[in-house]
């Protein structure tokens, strides 16, 4: 699953932190997609991580719920 995306870039899908790892090398090429499939539990952890390793997450709000929604 790839596209092409604002800038340039290639998308990559992510259903768990270990993918984050594959972009590392790559952040400059590749943006992370979180999977439809995926929890918000895990999602919190991609989002995370992804801050870390400064992976740059297209989706990176969707299924989150801010403070102020609960």
């Not at 932190?17 to 952890?45: F, P, S, T, W």
């Not at 400064?54 to 969707?62: E, L, M, S």
């Amino acid at each position: 699953y790839q596209r092409r995306v604002h800038g340039g870039f290639k998308t990559f899908r992510i259903h768990n932190v270990k993918d984050l790892e594959m972009l590392l090398m790559h952040n400059r090429r590749y943006k992370a997609v979180i999977a439809h499939a995926v929890g918000a539990k895990k999602r919190q952890a991609i989002v995370k991580r992804g801050e870390e390793l400064d992976i740059k997450i297209v989706n990176r709000k969707a299924r989150l719920r801010t403070e102020e929604n609960e």
